[in-house]
């Protein structure tokens, strides 16, 4: 088991608690109000990302496939989770393992307020990795990215442009 502990103000006295549905916790963040965590980890041998209640002590999965998750990270007001992943398809219902698998580890955001059934790819390229991302507010993101054959720091905003309008305005983001 994967141990962690709280300490109680109110209390003022230790409380341990076991994860025991996890084998490994590879990456965490907290929630802005301290009362959940998001996190990485290793279930049936395959690593995806679940959103952990301190209070509660339970767990709800946010992927569930065979695609490498890592690093997730809760933006300004917990609405939404980003994070590195190998996956090719941004849905987190339909999984075809023949193209679900990418070269490189690309940025993904997850709508935690509204469940979305799709993800957002924010830094995606085929041959380029992007790693470690940092929400920043306003649909900003840092991430380390190797597109020049060295690790730098990038920042990517997610943007819209209209891409044509019939009787609708429809928008390419």
Do not use: C, M
């Amino acid at each position: 088991y994967i141990r962690y502990s709280l300490y109680s103000l109110a209390e003022k006295k230790w409380e341990h608690l076991d994860l025991k549905n996890f084998e490994k916790v590879l990456d965490f963040d907290f929630a802005s109000d301290g009362l959940s965590l998001v996190l990485s980890g290793v279930k049936d041998g395959q690593s995806d990302i679940f959103v952990h209640n301190l209070v509660a002590h339970t767990d709800e999965q946010i992927t569930d496939d065979l695609a490498d998750d890592f690093s997730p990270r809760f933006s300004p007001g917990d609405e939404q989770i980003v994070f590195s992943s190998n996956r090719r398809s941004d849905s987190l219902s339909e999984v075809n393992p023949d193209k679900e698998f990418s070269p490189s580890h690309n940025l993904f955001v997850y709508n935690y307020k509204d469940k979305a059934e799709r993800l957002t790819p924010v830094a995606f390229d085929r041959y380029l990795n992007r790693k470690n991302p940092t929400p920043l507010g306003n649909n900003s993101y840092a991430f380390l990215g190797d597109d020049n054959g060295v690790v730098n720091r990038y920042k990517a905003k997610y943007d819209s442009t209209i891409a044509f309008v019939d009787t609708l305005t429809h928008y390419r983001f």
